[in-house]
């Protein structure tokens, strides 16, 4: 036998490390713009553009419903926000809030 000794050649051992979900702002839940968790934890009850009012999940083009009243749209609102535990907001007819509503998650603590 020769003095010369013959080693298999190993391959190195290949660790595969799955990489985080990079989207670069393009998904609104996780743009430096969102607040808090992620905008999908809102309702909105808001007026659409052709009349009546909409029911909407935060940050979503799609309205949950349409409703030709305000109250209507706001039970509606307040039934889908209870079963999600979201926050529900509800806007005046020129778009701006005028009422909030948490149905979940509420940090704060108070007593009495």
Do not use: Y
Not at 5 to 23: G, L, M, T
Not at 59 to 85: P, T, W
Request: net charge positive; charged share 30%; proline share 5%.
């Amino acid at each position: 036998m020769s003095g010369a000794r013959h080693r298999a050649s190993v391959a190195p051992e290949v660790r595969r490390v799955a990489k985080p979900d990079v989207d670069h702002g393009k998904n609104e839940r996780n743009s430096p713009m969102s607040k808090g968790k992620s905008s999908g934890s809102t309702h909105h009850v808001v007026p659409n553009p052709n009349g009546g009012w909409d029911v909407r999940r935060g940050g979503s083009d799609r309205s949950s419903g349409h409703f030709d009243n305000k109250q209507d749209a706001v039970d509606r609102g307040r039934q889908i926000s209870r079963n999600a535990e979201t926050e529900l907001k509800i806007h005046n007819r020129d778009g701006r809030i005028g009422q909030s509503d948490s149905h979940g998650n509420d940090p704060r603590n108070i007593k009495g």
